[in-house]
């Protein structure tokens, strides 16, 4: 009878205490039997508000701890749903170095054997991963699973962009088997969004890691040392093997690419994540041909300007402005607009000849190496530009047609398109110490 008389005045309540008595009915399963006999001794009640309140918390306290335990429940129902719809579409990668053993005469169980992780981008059977987990290797192999059951193939290199770690392969799949990553170029990143990795950590396959979007707009050094901008932080478990796995928001939809982290060997919290919107553009090139469609001069220089110090020990000019060109090869768009490079001689290894100072293309003004990158990125190859130099200190312009970066990796990895396109390209020689991106933290 008290708790009838307590669940009537709880009816009663519920506007002046916020309290839904559906939802309480719900909880406690309260039936419509329950309730006429509530309304039929309404009459007979006559609970004091204090008796009311005593047997009021304990209710509100029960209905509160079921409602957490639905709300857990969802939360881990939703986790599974979302792990069981990707997980066919994130792949197993692991490759072998034998002819590092050939070169240095190690025995097979001394060899390096890598593994990382992939997923699944389009029914053609191509796979995006890193490009530190296959560059240098001589196969790899790639295991994709489908109602459980797993499935191998020797995997085939459609190309590369190193400077976003960024490779795409080829499997020879039925389209069948082929689960496509869910990707919706209009999703947004932003901090405090949940974030769950699927990949293959210390080859432990198809391992799920969640937490949260920790940052964003993060640096990473790509392997060849260039920068990558906009990249993700999250403290979702990302550890060797992991990379080149998705980076998923609560939806399942792809965020980027799991690249490195900050740790020795393992997790520390702090994981990095290319946006797939920094490699889309790059992805829907290698497929389309092969290569990355990327404005380039045809030189090389100097990553920074030297300090003062540098400058005296190496004979360079200290550079206060513009970037230094150390080499113009001969089949290079830069050679047929007039450049030229830094000119050593042979003997002595002493400069004779400092190379042209760049300090502007068109409108844009190149006061260091790393604005070069950022203007490029503004054109596409066999774009003509106005390219500003100096020489002797003295300021010339010459017109240049920007040429495409074709760059190709020391790997015995069959090409996709045959042997005879990957001769066209120039090899992109990364030491293996190189491969991992360095994270470089910064204050702002």
């Known amino acids: 009878m008290i708790i009838a008389k307590v669940l009537y005045f709880l009816l009663l309540s519920s506007s002046i205490y916020g309290f839904n008595m559906n939802k309480l009915m719900m909880i406690n399963n309260i039936n419509n039997d329950n309730l006429n006999l509530l309304r039929r001794n309404f009459l007979y009640t006559g609970v004091s508000i204090g008796s009311y309140n005593l047997l009021l918390n304990p209710i509100k306290a029960y209905a509160e701890e079921t409602n957490v335990n639905n709300i857990l429940n969802y939360i881990e129902e939703k986790q599974k749903e979302l792990y069981d719809n990707s997980v066919s579409s994130v792949c197993y990668i692991s490759t072998e170095y034998t002819s590092m053993g050939e070169k240095f005469n190690l025995n097979a169980e001394d060899l390096p ?42 995997a085939k290199l459609t190309g590369i962009d190193p400077d976003n770690d960024l490779a795409v392969l080829k499997i020879d799949a039925p389209k069948e088997d082929l689960q496509l990553i869910n990707y919706n170029p209009k999703t947004e990143i932003n901090v405090g969004q949940f974030a769950f990795a699927i990949g293959n950590p210390f080859g432990q396959d198809h391992t799920l890691t969640t937490g949260i979007i920790s940052g964003i707009n993060r640096e990473l050094s790509a392997p060849t040392g260039r920068k990558i901008y906009n990249v993700i932080q999250t403290d979702a478990a990302i550890n060797p093997g992991n990379s080149g796995g998705p980076l998923l928001n609560s939806k399942g939809e792809l965020l980027g690419i799991n690249t490195a982290s900050l740790g020795m060997g393992v997790s520390s919290g702090i994981g990095f994540t290319i946006p797939i919107n920094n490699a889309i553009n790059s992805i829907n090139d290698i497929i389309k041909t092969g290569y990355v469609q990327k404005p380039i001069l045809g030189i090389t220089y100097m990553e920074r300007n030297p300090s003062e110090s540098e400058s005296l020990k190496s004979g360079l000019p200290l550079i206060k402005k513009g970037l230094l060109i150390l080499e113009v090869p001969n089949d290079s768009p830069a050679i047929d607009a007039g450049l030229q490079g830094i000119k050593t001689n042979n003997e002595t290894k002493k400069i004779e000849r400092i190379g042209d100072i760049i300090i502007g293309i068109d409108n844009y003004e190149v006061k260091n190496p790393i604005d070069l990158y950022s203007i490029l990125k503004k054109y596409k190859p066999g774009d003509k530009i106005k390219l500003k130099y100096l020489r002797n200190n003295i300021e010339y312009i010459t017109d240049l047609i920007l040429g495409n970066y074709k760059g190709t990796t020391f790997t015995k990895l069959e090409n996709e398109r045959g042997i005879e396109f990957d001769k066209k390209g120039r090899k992109i020689d990364i030491p293996l110490k190189n491969l991992e991106p360095k994270i470089e933290p910064k204050l702002n």
């Open 113 to 154: 054997k890598g593994v990382g992780t992939g997923f699944i981008w389009d029914k053609s059977g191509h796979i995006i991963t890193n490009f530190h987990v296959i560059n240098k290797v001589d196969n790899a192999l790639v295991t994709i699973t489908k109602n459980k059951e797993k499935f191998t193939y020797t």
